[in-house]
C-alpha cells in the first residue's frame, strides 16, 4: 500500500551499534504495528501501538525499542541488545484496532557488518 | 500459547488446478482470520479475510472456509494462473483491542505454466 513507507530499504548494522528503522503512514490509522520475518517463518509480533503515545510489548520484544509520538510515525530502534537481527523488518497499519485489516509496508532488510 | 500451523510448506501446482491451503489454531477465542499474498522481496497483501460469524467467503477465483468447531480454516484457488505463485501466510487474531495476528508458517506455491 502506497500510504506506508518504510526506510531505508537495505540497512547494516555493526557490532554494538543501534539503528533505527522508519515507518510513516498517512492512511489516518490509529494502529500501527511491527513485525520481523525470518526464512520459513511466518511474522512475529514485536511491538504495536493502538494510540499515539502509547505502545505495547509484542512476543519478541527484547532488543527493541519504539516510540509514537506522532500519529503517522512509528519509529522502530534495533539495540545491541538484540544479539541476531538480520531479519526482514515489516511496519503495518490499521484504521483501528479490533478486526480491521493490517496494511503492509515494503520493508526494511537489516543485515550484521 | 497461541499458535497456528500451516500445511502444506510448499505446494506445486499445474496452471488451471485449484489450490488449497490450510491452517489450524489453537486459541478457541479467535474470530478473524485474514490471509495474505506475499511475493519475493515484497511487502504481504491482504487477498481476503473471513471472521467467524461466517463459515465461507468467496471473492472471484480466491474462497476461504472455516471450521470454528475443529479450529481450522482454509484457502481455496481456483483455476490457478502463473501470476499466483508467491508465499501465502494465513492468521488468526482474537480481534478486541490489540488486533495482534497470529501468522501461519507460511506457503511456497508454484503454478507450473
Known amino acids: 500500500d502506497g500510504g506506508i513507507t518504510q526506510s531505508p530499504k537495505y540497512l547494516f548494522r555493526k557490532e554494538g551499534q543501534n539503528v533505527t528503522l522508519s515507518c510513516e503512514q498517512n492512511l489516518n490509522h490509529d494502529a500501527m504495528y511491527w513485525y520481523r520475518q525470518d526464512p520459513g517463518q511466518g511474522l512475529r509480533l514485536i511491538y504495536y501501538s493502538q494510540i499515539v503515545n502509547d505502545f505495547q510489548k509484542g512476543d519478541i520484544a527484547e532488543g527493541y525499542s519504539v516510540s509514537r509520538e506522532k500519529k503517522e510515525s512509528f519509529p522502530l530502534t534495533v539495540t545491541s541488545a538484540q544479539k541476531n537481527p538480520t531479519a526482514f523488518y515489516l511496519c503495518?497499519?490499521?484504521?483501528?484496532?479490533?478486526?480491521?485489516?493490517?496494511?503492509f509496508g515494503d520493508g526494511t532488510r537489516l543485515s550484521i557488518l | 500459547g497461541e499458535n497456528v500451523e500451516q500445511h502444506p510448506s510448499t505446494l506445486s501446482v499445474q496452471e488451471g488446478d485449484s489450490a488449497v491451503i490450510k491452517c489450524t489454531y489453537s486459541d478457541s477465542a479467535s474470530n478473524y482470520f485474514p490471509w495474505y499474498k506475499q511475493e519475493l522481496g515484497k511487502r504481504p497483501q491482504l487477498i481476503i479475510d473471513?471472521?467467524?460469524?461466517?463459515g465461507e467467503k468467496k471473492d472471484q477465483r480466491i474462497a476461504v472456509t472455516l471450521n470454528k468447531t475443529a479450529k481450522h480454516f482454509s484457502l481455496h484457488i481456483t483455476e490457478t494462473q502463473p501470476e499466483d505463485s508467491a508465499v501465502y501466510f494465513c492468521?488468526?487474531?482474537?480481534?478486541?483491542?490489540?488486533?495482534?495476528?497470529?501468522f501461519g508458517t507460511g506457503t511456497l506455491l508454484a503454478v507450473q505454466p
Open positions: 503495518a497499519s490499521s484504521i483501528r484496532t479490533g478486526y480491521q485489516p493490517q496494511h
Open positions: 492468521a488468526a487474531s482474537k480481534g478486541g483491542a490489540t488486533n495482534k495476528l497470529i
Open positions: 473471513i471472521r467467524s460469524n461466517v
